[in-house]
Antibody, heavy 121, light 107 residues
Framework: EVQLVESGGGLVQPGGSLRVSCAAS????????MSWVRQAPGKGLEWVAN????????YYVDSVKGRFTISRDNAKNSLYLQMNTLRADDTAVYYC??????????????WGQGTLVTVSS | DIQMTQSPSTLSASVGDRVTITCRAS??????LAWYQQKPGKAPKVLIY???SLESGVPSRFSGSGSGTEFTLTISSLQPDDFATYYC?????????FGQGTKVEMK
C-alpha cells in the first residue's frame, strides 16, 4: 500500500525555523517527483514546492522562495521541507504529495495525512 | 503566473442532482488539469487527471471535460458521499496552481 506519513509540525515563533518530514512506503520513492502542498485554516490548497527524482531540480511558489528548501533522501525514502524565517501566514497543514508519472500528467496522486505548522508568538 | 478561477464557490444540491463545476485558467494549459475532492479534516483525493481521465477506483458518475482555458467537473447523480469541497489544479512550466474551491452542500 502506498503511504506517505508527515511529521515534525508544531508551534514556532515568527522568524523561527522548522523542518517537516515525510516518510514514504509502498512504492519506489526514487522514481517519483515529490511535492509539498499546504492549506491554511479554513482556506484552499496552495502548492509550495516540488523536487525531481534525484533532487537536482527544485521549484517553489513565489511566497516561499529564499525561505523554504525542499530536499529528499532516496536511501531513506524521505522528503523534507526546511522552513526558515517563518511568518504568521505560513500557518497551515502541510501535506506531502506524490507527483504522478509524467505520462499521466503532473497531478498529485497520493497524499499524506498532513502535519500542522502554527506560527505564533 | 496562471490563475485558476472556479465557479460557483458554493453549490447547494440534493441527492440525485446533476452537478457541474467550472474552472477557468488565465491562459491556456492544454489538458494539464486535475480535479480533487476534499472532506473536512482529510487530505484531498484525485478524481480526474489530464482534464478527462478518471482516476482508478473513482466512481463513473464523476467526469471531466475541457481543454485550453475552460474545464468542467460533472457529477451525474449526486450521492450522499459526494458532499465535499472540490478543487481544480493546473500544471504549467513547473508551476502548479489550485482553484479556490467549490463547496457542494446539501440543499
Amino acid at each position: 500500500e502506498v503511504q506517505l506519513v508527515e511529521s515534525g509540525g508544531g508551534l514556532v515563533q515568527p522568524g523561527g525555523s522548522l523542518r517537516v518530514s515525510c516518510a514514504a512506503s509502498g512504492f519506489t520513492f526514487s522514481r517519483f517527483w515529490m511535492s509539498w502542498v499546504r492549506q491554511a485554516p479554513g482556506k484552499g490548497l496552495e502548492w509550495v514546492a516540488n523536487i525531481n527524482r534525484d533532487g537536482s531540480e527544485k521549484y517553489y511558489v513565489d511566497s516561499v522562495k529564499g525561505r523554504f528548501t525542499i530536499s529528499r533522501d532516496n536511501a531513506k525514502n524521505s522528503l523534507y521541507l526546511q522552513m526558515n524565517t517563518l511568518r504568521a501566514d505560513d500557518t497551515a497543514v502541510y501535506y506531502c504529495a506524490r507527483v504522478a508519472a509524467a505520462a499521466l500528467g503532473p497531478h498529485f496522486d497520493c497524499w499524506g495525512q498532513g502535519t500542522l505548522v502554527t506560527v505564533s508568538s | 503566473d496562471i490563475q485558476m478561477t472556479q465557479s460557483p464557490s458554493t453549490l447547494s444540491a440534493s441527492v440525485g442532482d446533476r452537478v457541474t463545476i467550472t474552472c477557468r485558467a488565465s491562459q491556456t494549459i492544454s489538458s494539464w488539469l486535475a480535479w480533487y475532492q476534499q472532506k473536512p479534516g482529510k487530505a484531498p483525493k484525485v478524481l480526474i487527471y489530464k482534464a478527462s481521465s478518471l482516476e482508478s477506483g473513482v466512481p463513473s458518475r464523476f467526469s471531466g471535460s475541457g481543454s485550453g482555458t475552460e474545464f468542467t467537473l460533472t457529477i451525474s447523480s449526486l450521492q450522499p458521499d459526494d458532499f465535499a469541497t472540490y478543487y481544480c489544479q493546473q500544471y504549467n512550466s513547473y508551476s502548479w496552481t489550485f482553484g479556490q474551491g467549490t463547496k457542494v452542500e446539501m440543499k
